[in-house]
């Protein structure tokens, strides 16, 4: 059975990328983001543009944590040597063997560098071969053609969209896309397919 104690300090890592948990000090490393490239959110129904809004964006995935909602990382760049982003695990339904698996976003210059793909390998590789989860879940808004080619590359499989089930930060409602990957499909493809594209 599923089990995710999100009160521990789980550290994921490999020789591209560090995970750690996201703490609230993390505002600092995250301004020049929010400050200089407030487009990141542009399809995102929460926003860290703006330093009030990173203060609130933070604040509310590390009182998520307490709450056992949510399990938000910051990204650590082992090229570059500079925080790259966050990402998180979200909606976690151990009784059911569920969660789902966003909120990811990095600043421009580590977009399209392959980060991503570790960073959804070492995730992916703790949801269901740690945690044994049975489902990992993704969404997007359907109109953010970027993050949608990025799921599918991994391996994730597209179950339909939500009509109008979201509002963005400007006031306008949004069509989710919803993709999954399911334990069988990591064990018997996924797992091997990511770990190629890591190497």
Same mark, same amino acid.
């Given at each position: ?25 993390d505002i600092e490393p995250l301004l020049p983001f929010s400050l200089n490239e407030? %487009?990141?959110?542009? =399809?995102?129904? @929460?926003? &860290? +543009?703006? %330093?009030?809004?990173? =203060?609130?964006? @933070?604040? &509310? +995935?590390? %009182? ?93 499989t597209v179950e339909g969209i939500l009509r109008s089930n979201g509002i963005r ?5 949004r069509d989710s896309i919803v993709l999954s990957i399911l334990r069988n499909e ?14």
């Amino acid at each position: 059975m599923a089990s995710f104690n999100t009160s521990e300090d789980f550290v994921l890592e490999d020789s591209r990328v560090k995970l750690r948990p996201l703490i609230e000090t993390d505002i600092e490393p995250l301004l020049p983001f929010s400050l200089n490239e407030p %487009e990141i959110w542009k =399809h995102s129904l @929460v926003t &860290a +543009a703006g %330093e009030e809004k990173l =203060h609130a964006y @933070v604040h &509310a +995935a590390c %009182e998520a944590r307490k709450g056992g909602k949510e399990y938000p990382f910051m990204v650590w760049d082992k090229r570059t040597q500079q925080y790259a982003g966050s990402t998180r695990f979200y909606d976690i339904q151990s009784a059911q063997g569920y969660l789902q698996l966003g909120y990811t976003w990095y600043g421009k210059q580590f977009q399209g560098t392959g980060l991503n793909k570790h960073c959804k390998f070492l995730l992916l590789s703790f949801a269901f071969d740690q945690l044994a989860f049975d489902r990992v879940e993704f969404r997007a808004d359907a109109n953010n053609e970027r993050s949608i080619r990025a799921m599918k590359s991994i391996g994730c499989t597209v179950e339909g969209i939500l009509r109008s089930n979201g509002i963005r930060p400007d006031g306008s409602r949004r069509d989710s896309i919803v993709l999954s990957i399911l334990r069988n499909e990591w064990d018997e493809r996924v797992r091997k397919h990511l770990l190629q594209q890591c190497h």
